[in-house]
T-cell receptor, first 116, second 111 residues
Framework: GAVVSQHPSRVICKSGTSVKIECRSLDFQATTMFWYRQFPKQSLMLMATSNEGSKATYEQGVEKDKFLINHASLTLSTLTVTSAHPEDSSFYIC????????????FGPGTRLLVL | AQSVTQLGSHVSVSEGALVLLRCNYSSSVPPYLFWYVQYPNQGLQLLLKYTTGATLVKGINGFEAEFKKSETSFHLTKPSAHMSDAAEYFCAVSDLNDMRFGAGTRLTVKP
């Protein structure tokens, strides 16, 4: 089946630094990818929709300048957490729909971010 | 607007017992419904989904769910729990433009 990878799987950084998370669709092309954030013992909250060749669409309350999204190619989207702070510590998950169909959405394994 | 309610944040069953995880949804259009499983520090894995057609949907690992429009429910069941079923389970509803997840239910399986 289709596979979505994320890198890194885990990152620890100091407050004030920026962290880049990559999301790749390994065997299919994805013009759209989704970025979610999950706090401990909570559900996934959609942060933004990444669109290849155009600007990302952010959900209400998500800071665009804080969470920079770049959909560089049909298989790669990156999320950069700029000037990270401890409250940004979370589990970040991306997903990509197969053939653009939302009902066939594949999730990455997630990236655990810890900001000290 | 869509929403999902999962009744019970934590369900505990004995190995071999019936598993029942409840999910109710709200949607203004015919919904697509999903159940995902998440193991610790991992992403979501699709268990099963309902799009159209047969209302009883069978998924992986022996799970199944039934779409009941009259009850706006999509409960997940498994006849006999296995220790490896212990995980977090998320119900989700989608209208193809948006997907909303429930808060999740943590399933514990006792030996």
């Amino acid at each position: 089946g289709a596979v979505v990878s994320q890198h890194p799987s885990r990152v620890i950084c100091k407050s004030g630094t920026s962290v880049k998370i990559e999301c790749r669709s390994l065997d299919f092309q994805a013009t759209t990818m989704f970025w979610y954030r999950q706090f401990p013992k909570q559900s996934l909250m959609l942060m933004a929709t990444s669109n290849e060749g155009s600007k990302a669409t952010y959900e209400q309350g998500v800071e665009k300048d804080k969470f920079l999204i770049n959909h560089a190619s049909l298989t790669l989207s990156t999320l950069t957490v700029t000037s990270a702070h401890p409250e940004d510590s979370s589990f970040y998950i991306c997903s990509a729909p197969l053939s653009g169909r939302r009902e066939t959405q594949y999730f990455g394994p997630g990236t655990r971010l810890l900001v000290l | 607007a869509q929403s999902v309610t999962q009744l019970g944040s934590h369900v505990s069953v004995s190995e071999g017992a019936l598993v029942l995880l409840r999910c109710n949804y709200s949607s203004s259009v015919p919904p697509y419904l999903f159940w995902y499983v998440q193991y610790p520090n991992q992403g979501l894995q699709l268990l099963l989904k309902y799009t159209t057609g047969a209302t009883l949907v069978k998924g992986i690992n022996g799970f199944e769910a039934e779409f009941k429009k009259s009850e706006t429910s999509f409960h997940l069941t498994k006849p006999s729990a296995h220790m490896s079923d212990a995980a977090e389970y998320f119900c989700a509803v989608s209208d193809l433009n948006d997907m909303r997840f429930g808060a999740g239910t943590r399933l514990t399986v006792k030996p």
